[in-house]
């Protein structure tokens, strides 16, 4: 299958990570999304993240340069009629997926494959919100997409075997490495970690040290990164969001948003992003 062409539905941090390893790859990128604020704060991360590859020897200056020709911004669906790929990339919530679904059916070419960054959902189910199940599955990118190998692909009770084929190939096209995910809440790497994290978290509630439990983890179990620094990478609202949406799927007690999480998130102490969260990324001390 041949692919020149992505579009992305959702300008976030995500979608816009995404975009950013496509044009990279040499492929022509729809960055969409229905804010015009969003459009902005994409275009700001995107270049935020090029002049980090240039100042790390990742990217020349004439690279960029080509990965800003590449993308492209709009507001409107119908630019979706272009793309050989379409990837789904809006905020972890199953109503706002499902809409965004259904309102883009009726521009994306016939059998084209859909590909959905849930983290959480399965695919099964979101499928039935798309026009074509047998075109639809999923592409758990990771954040951020520009640094992270893995794509967790996830075929649904419905999605053709050559769709899932042509989603490896093209994983492997963008420089990643595409892993096949069985369809359950969490796939592989979310369904563990969330439970990893909500366990460092537990600790941390009965007297432990993040600093602390973050070594341990990287010690004892030979982990590049401790689950707290994981979730501040991450952003403790995704995290928070990952964590309600499997203990709403599954109802295991392992899921259940420690209140501590809560806490932080409701403060607007989000991780790395804001500069607070488990740890303080002013000076890099540790917070609680």
């Known amino acids: ?85 379409v990837i789904e990339a809006t905020f972890e919530d199953f109503a706002v997926k499902e809409r965004v679904l259904r309102e883009a059916a009726g521009f994306v070419r016939a059998r084209a494959p859909m590909a959905s960054n849930t983290s959480t959902f399965p695919i099964a189910e979101l ?49 990643k490495t595409g892993v096949i995910a069985p369809d359950i809440p969490g796939f592989v790497v979310n369904r563990a970690m969330a439970a990893l994290v909500a366990a460092a978290i537990d600790v941390c509630a009965q007297g432990g040290d993040p600093a602390a439990v973050d070594q341990s983890i990287e010690l004892g179990l030979g982990h590049r ?16 969001a990952v964590l309600r949406s499997l203990h709403d799927q599954t109802g295991h007690p392992r899921f259940e948003p420690p209140e501590q999480l809560v806490a932080l998130v409701e403060s607007g102490r989000l991780g790395r992003k804001t500069g607070q969260g488990f740890y303080s990324y002013d000076n890099q001390s540790t917070s609680t």
């Open 1 to 85: 299958m041949e692919v020149t062409t992505i579009g992305i539905i959702g300008a976030g941090a995500m979608g816009t990570g995404i975009a950013q390893v496509a044009a990279q790859a040499g492929l022509r990128v729809h960055l969409l999304d229905i804010s015009e604020g969003a459009i902005t704060a994409s275009r700001t991360r995107l270049d935020g993240s090029l002049q980090d590859g240039i100042a790390r020897e990742k990217l020349t200056g004439e690279q960029a340069e080509e990965v800003r020709r590449l993308i492209a911004w709009d507001t409107a669906y119908g630019r979706l009629a272009e793309a050989d790929w």
């Open 127 to 175: 499928s039935r919100c798309w026009s074509q199940p047998e075109c639809f599955l999923g592409m758990h990118f990771f954040n951020p997409p520009p640094a992270m190998k893995l794509v967790e692909v996830v075929a649904g009770e419905s999605t053709l075997p050559s769709i899932t084929e042509a989603a490896l190939a093209l994983c492997e096209r963008l420089g």
């Open 225 to 240: 990164m401790g689950p707290l620094k994981t979730a501040d990478l991450v952003g403790l609202d995704l995290m928070l």
